[in-house]
């Protein structure tokens, strides 16, 4: 964005959102670290951001009526990894939450999103994912940013998680173990967070393979109403999100630097962390009344 | 307490190849007017050009010696002007930045050039040092780059790279396999764009085009780096008691797109296959000097050197922003 284009957003930010949640959104600039023209060296800028907010609380706010809990156990500053559940084909989820944490959390922050590979490759998208703050999940961009104390979003699932068929739905994935590594590497705490209403957004019932390779995507879904409604198909079903934010756990006290080496122990810690978010989906499924309340 | 960087009170003898480029000139000045520096001896594939007729023979020698041609090569190390100025420090320059220069097989200079400098390097006993400027574009970008790029990330090793990244990596390579041994430093500086006046960079070029075509859905966060920049981190690798591969940060980082506005170009945004087929036509038609086929990758994903070994080891800062529009 040039000058004017940023003035613009601002403007209609300080049209559209209330004085204080307004105030928060831009106390957010401070948690840049700028190389000199707006942007950190991942390609993200603040006022684009800001931008998003502006269109996705609505979708918060009216269209997924987000309900969320346990913000206090997000760390006010430093490293921190959240570890999500997958789910709902086009990664909603992890919008949503990114806009609670801008919305809820004491101070706002960012979340970084880790984005899976195949989206740097995708003309716009990958603009999309780096002006908002999120980056290709390579181990270096993880590493870089940790080392930035920087409050990272990661789904150790993977793309396997986003595209479970309905059948499958919030039964997790066996997690990925590159997170723990880097948690006990860089001392950084996971806070585990349960989404519930993703798997409902888009009802998978299959998968085209060939065309997504054609397309550059892992696979194309199918849903009751995509492809066969076109565009219009994309329009995910309006269930109510829940977001729960667990407690901290810091595998850092316990284990050295060294001991992220250990394949074993890793790949019990990943398992242990996935218990507990299975945990969290599990009891937060049983409170909730209905995919729309 | 900050540790300061070990200068030798020696003074430092040094061999420029390449002298008469536009950085070969500029680093030849910084030299001639650095008191920790001896005498220079600064060599081209030209006659003795204008511009060093100013400087004084007591403490600068030029010379026409073709680096491709061992026997002149041999003849340099060995002549009295060489073994009087006591060279300890080699500083090589001499390498074909155009694509469209046909005069020359720019591989032959470019990676036969360093095999023999490095090898006549190597037996001369005195040469304690030898710096080597090579570039990002010896690194290969993939969409699951990171975007912080360090010195061990992957080399384009690909075979249907072109060729002009192929040199780049061989004499890189030709370098890293040469840091074995102990009795040379080497010290190979990989430095991201150029951009300077008469810098005849790909970037140069491509941000200083009338109409800039650029690729559709793609706006990478790329590193600049001022030629004043350049020639100071090649003085402080020549001062500094270091060795082995560092990035080199430019003071300007941020998206293709910020810097062509601020150079107050006109954009236009193409898919990717219809901008090399632009190019191509470009190109055949001498409207250009900016090759698609060598940049269309960093074109498209971010490339941002590390500056961690250069703030930690080299200790290195750069000063200079670079000056748009």
Redesign the interface.
């Known amino acids: 964005m040039?000058e004017k284009q940023r003035k613009l957003v601002r403007k209609i930010a300080e049209r559209l959102l209330p004085r204080e949640e307004r105030e928060r959104l831009l106390s957010l600039k401070d948690q840049l670290i700028d190389?000199?023209?707006g942007?950190d060296?991942?390609?993200f800028e603040p006022e684009s951001a800001l931008a998003y907010y502006l269109f996705f609380n609505l979708l918060y706010k009216y269209w997924f009526r987000v309900k969320s809990e346990g913000h206090k156990n997000i760390p006010p500053k430093g490293r921190a990894m959240l570890v999500i559940n997958h789910s709902g084909m086009i990664p909603i989820d992890f919008i949503m939450i990114a806009i609670d944490v801008m919305k809820n959390a004491n101070p706002p922050r960012i979340a970084r999103g880790i984005v899976d590979?195949?989206?740097?490759?995708?003309?716009?998208i990958?603009?999309f994912i780096?002006r908002g703050g999120s980056?290709?999940?390579?181990?270096?961009?993880m590493e870089?940013l940790l080392k930035a104390d920087q409050l990272i979003g990661v789904f150790p699932e993977g793309t396997k998680g986003i595209g479970k068929p309905f059948s499958q739905r919030y039964k997790l994935v066996r997690f990925n173990v590159g997170f723990v590594e880097l948690a006990i590497k860089y001392q950084a705490p996971i806070i585990p967070v349960a989404v519930i209403g993703a798997e409902e957004q888009f009802p998978q019932i299959g998968k085209i393979r060939w065309l997504g390779k054609l397309l550059g995507f892992p696979y194309i879904p199918v849903t009751p109403t995509f492809p066969w409604l076109g565009l219009l198909g994309l329009i995910p079903l309006p269930s109510r999100y829940h977001i729960y934010y667990g407690k901290p756990i810091k595998f850092y006290k316990r284990y050295s630097p060294d001991s992220a080496q250990d394949p074993e122990l890793i790949r019990r810690l990943a398992d242990h962390v996935q218990k507990i978010i299975q945990e969290m989906i599990n009891q937060g499924l049983k409170k909730r009344k209905s995919i729309f309340k | 307490m900050k540790k300061k960087n070990k200068i030798k009170n020696t003074k430092k003898n040094i061999l420029i190849t390449g002298a008469t480029s536009t950085i070969g000139r500029m680093v030849t000045e910084q030299f001639y007017f650095d008191k920790r520096v001896g005498k220079i001896i600064g060599i081209g594939r030209i006659d003795k050009p204008y511009y060093f007729n100013d400087y004084s023979p007591s403490r600068f020698t030029y010379m026409k010696v073709d680096i491709l041609k061992y026997r002149e090569l041999h003849n340099l190390f060995i002549s009295p002007e060489f073994r009087d100025s006591n060279i300890n420090t080699v500083v090589h320059l001499a390498f074909v930045e155009e694509v469209s220069r046909r005069d020359l097989d720019p591989h032959t200079l470019n990676v036969e050039g360093t095999k023999n400098l490095l090898d006549m390097c190597m037996n001369t006993k005195g040469i304690k040092k030898f710096v080597f400027k090579s570039t990002i574009y010896v690194y290969k970008l993939k969409p699951n780059s990171p975007a912080i790029i360090h010195e061990g990330w992957d080399l384009n090793f690909d075979p249907t790279a072109p060729q002009w990244i192929k040199d780049r990596v061989d004499a890189d390579m030709l370098c890293r396999s040469a840091m074995e041994n102990d009795r040379i430093d080497i010290v190979v500086l990989r430095f991201p764009h150029i951009i300077g006046r008469n810098i005849n960079s790909q970037m140069n070029i491509y941000l200083n085009q009338r109409i800039v075509f650029k690729p559709m859905g793609f706006d990478p966060i790329i590193n600049l780096i001022h030629s004043r920049d350049v020639v100071n981190a090649i003085q402080y690798a020549v001062h500094t008691k270091v060795k082995g591969v560092f990035n080199i940060k430019g003071r300007e980082t941020a998206p293709l797109s910020t810097f062509l506005r601020l150079n107050k170009r006109k954009v236009i945004p193409v898919p990717p296959f219809i901008l090399s087929s632009i190019n191509a036509l470009q190109w055949k038609l001498g409207l250009t000097d900016f090759y698609y086929p060598i940049n269309k990758d960093f074109l498209k994903y971010s490339c941002v050197p590390s500056s961690e070994r250069m703030e930690k080891i080299l200790k290195f800062t750069p000063k200079n922003h670079v000056r748009f529009g």
């Open positions: 040039d190389e000199g023209f942007y060296k991942f390609g590979h195949f989206a740097g490759a995708l003309p716009y990958n603009l780096q980056v290709i999940g390579s181990r270096e961009n870089e």
